[in-house]
């Protein structure tokens, strides 16, 4: 039988990291004149390469429309393009300009500094025992929505 009172502290404690990683990202992003989402959805172009809407819309966890909506703004921004497939047209591959590789090299640098100094701030002989915890809950953590 699990103890009620860790269930809580779980929770809190996850609810009080995601929050900050939230509070961190959204700082990042809007240092780069562009939306969580449109931050997020660079990244993942950025260390795929090429993606289609589909991918990308599992990955993270958005809806097909708001995924084509933010696609077309980050085409309209010039940050990534859109291939349509000539022999399905459903088919559409999305990719990084260089506009947007040079962002999201950005973007990148900024959050390796940041991790670098969360992790040197982490005592040397737990930090193991970090990563270790970090797998174990993602593991733990069901995929798809919970909604």
Same mark, same amino acid.
Request: proline fraction near 2%; glycine fraction near 4%; charge should be negative.
């Given at each position: 039988?699990?103890?009620?009172?860790?269930?809580?502290?779980?929770?809190?404690?996850?609810?009080?990291?995601?929050?900050?990683?939230?509070?961190?990202?959204?700082?990042?992003?809007?240092?780069?004149?562009?939306?969580?989402?449109?931050?997020?959805?660079?990244?993942?172009?950025?260390?795929?390469?090429? #993606? &289609?809407?589909?991918?990308?819309? =599992?990955? @993270?966890?958005?809806?097909?429309?708001?995924?084509? /909506?933010?696609?077309?703004?980050?085409?309209?921004?010039?940050?990534?393009?859109?291939?349509?497939?000539?022999?399905?047209?459903?088919?559409?591959?999305?990719?990084?300009?260089?506009?947007?590789?040079?962002?999201?090299?950005?973007?990148? #640098? &900024?959050?390796?500094?940041?991790? =670098?100094? @969360?992790?040197?701030?982490?005592?040397?002989?737990? /930090?193991?025992?970090?990563?270790?915890?970090?797998?174990?809950?993602?593991?733990?953590?069901?995929?798809?929505?919970?909604?």
């Amino acid at each position: 039988m699990t103890d009620l009172s860790q269930i809580k502290t779980l929770r809190h404690d996850m609810r009080l990291l995601a929050r900050k990683m939230e509070l961190m990202t959204k700082c990042e992003a809007s240092c780069c004149g562009i939306t969580l989402t449109q931050c997020h959805l660079l990244t993942e172009i950025g260390w795929a390469g090429t #993606a &289609s809407l589909n991918t990308l819309s =599992e990955r @993270l966890g958005v809806d097909k429309s708001t995924m084509s /909506r933010n696609i077309e703004i980050l085409v309209t921004d010039g940050l990534v393009s859109r291939t349509t497939d000539p022999d399905n047209r459903r088919a559409i591959t999305i990719m990084l300009t260089d506009a947007g590789r040079q962002l999201f090299d950005q973007v990148e #640098a &900024s959050m390796t500094q940041f991790y =670098e100094t @969360l992790f040197q701030a982490l005592p040397a002989n737990k /930090r193991s025992q970090v990563l270790e915890s970090l797998e174990i809950l993602l593991e733990a953590i069901p995929a798809g929505r919970w909604c």
